[in-house]
């Protein structure tokens, strides 16, 4: 499919909804090609602010500030899903949003995410909509035990999601995660996590960074290892499974899907991230064209660039729990000349914050990810 749409050239001036470290590197990519960067969210001193252009400060659901951004900047993108769809829509009347707000509608709640994927015969582990308290007893009933309980609506980094053990949790459990609209799903004893980020242009065209292990700690990701082969063609069907997901909903940018690799060596997608992701971050040092500057190319409508990995690399995240005894010591995770420090401005350090990340090279992707891990071992 080709769609004739004229490209936003540098020069130009991208808007991001949202003030994090995604939108950070994103504008970090897209300064180095000659855009200019905006970015708004309700707070200063942001982490993409830092770097932008201009930050404006506005609630995302203050519609006339929205239309004000979108006014002066060239096209708008989010690097925050769970933006109001109401803004994305205020802000596409205006000028291009990418990728549009149906996608960020779909995948800002779980339930609407995951029913899309079962529509279009995506394999999820089993799942069922809980509306109240009374619902979770006859969905515990028929998904059985364990089982986890999610959110529908704005969980993130393992927030607003609980594992129930056996049935008599169920009150508890419902309390835990605010008693509100949910999603049980079945507990899947997983043998490894892994993630494609994909990318899709937008005349179409379609890239991908291959396969990426996540090793998470606490439900959050702690370390990722691109370019593994899974046994089989697990490796080809994950990144089949990602093309057609991006496909299937029209995605222009880059779109992360979170898979559970089952024990009989099975694919079962977990969730998606309509926007860079933090599996991704590699490839800000290791590969040709970063998931970020892919980003800005399929925002601009420019072609989409090489997903190559330059040499094996290995992400692992720095969290707020690093400075509980003061200052990490920084230049001691940089004895190693092949790690690469990322810090993304923050002036708080709490616990479980992402606070930045530490990429370091080697001989494969297990060396990499023992040097990264000492290296984080040394901040201390
Ligand atoms: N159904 C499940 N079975 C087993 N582990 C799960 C399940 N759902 C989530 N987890 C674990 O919790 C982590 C975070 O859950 P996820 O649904 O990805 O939410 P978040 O939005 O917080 O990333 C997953 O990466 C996985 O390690
Ligand atoms: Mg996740």
């Not at 980020?197 to 292990?213: C, L, M, P, S």
């Not at 998470?216 to 593994?228: F, N």
């Not at 297990?366 to 901040?379: K, V």
Request: some cysteine.
């Amino acid at each position: 499919m080709t769609r004739q749409t004229v490209p936003i050239l540098p020069g130009a001036t991208l808007g991001v909804l949202g003030s994090g470290q995604l939108g950070r590197m994103f504008a970090i990519a897209a300064r180095r090609m000659g855009y200019r960067v905006h970015t708004l969210s309700p707070d200063t001193g942001t982490p993409t602010g830092q770097v932008a252009d201009r930050e404006w400060v506005a609630d995302y659901d203050d519609l006339d500030a929205i239309a004000g951004f979108a006014r002066e900047v060239d096209a708008v993108t989010f690097e925050f899903e769970n933006v109001p769809v109401a803004a994305a829509e205020s802000a596409a009347r205006l000028r291009p949003v990418r990728p549009r707000g149906e996608v960020l509608h779909t995948t800002q709640n779980r339930l609407r995410e995951k029913t899309a994927l079962a529509h279009h015969g995506f394999p999820t582990a089993a799942f069922e909509h809980v509306r109240d308290r009374g619902a979770l007893d006859g969905a515990l009933a028929r998904i059985g035990t364990p089982a986890v309980l999610k959110t529908a609506g704005f969980g993130y980094d393992g927030k607003g999601q609980t594992v129930i053990r056996e049935p008599s949790e169920a009150d508890e459990a419902w309390q835990s995660i605010g008693a509100t609209e949910a999603v049980l799903e079945a507990f899947i004893d997983f043998e490894r996590e892994v993630s494609v980020v994909a990318a899709r242009g937008a005349d179409g065209a379609f890239a991908h960074y291959g396969v990426t292990e996540n090793r998470h700690r606490d439900h959050v990701l702690d370390v990722s290892i691109p370019g593994v082969q899974l046994p089989g063609n697990g490796s080809e069907e994950a990144v089949t499974i990602a093309r057609g997901i991006v496909e299937a909903l029209d995605v222009v940018g880059v779109l992360c899907v979170e898979f559970f690799v089952t024990r009989d060596g099975g694919l079962l997608v977990n969730e998606l991230a309509p926007r860079p992701h933090n599996s991704g971050h590699f490839s800000f040092d290791a590969s040709v064209v970063s998931q970020f500057e892919q980003q800005v190319r399929a925002v601009c409508a420019l072609p989409l660039g090489s997903t190559g990995l330059l040499r094996p690399a290995a992400m692992v995240n720095l969290l707020g729990d690093l400075w509980q005894d003061g200052e990490p010591d920084w230049s001691a995770a940089l004895d190693d000349p092949l790690v690469k420090l990322h810090l993304y401005g923050k002036a708080e350090a709490r616990a479980g914050r992402k606070m930045g990340h530490i990429t370091a090279f080697g001989d494969d992707g297990e060396d990499a990810a023992r040097r990264a891990l000492a290296a984080r071992e040394r901040l201390r």
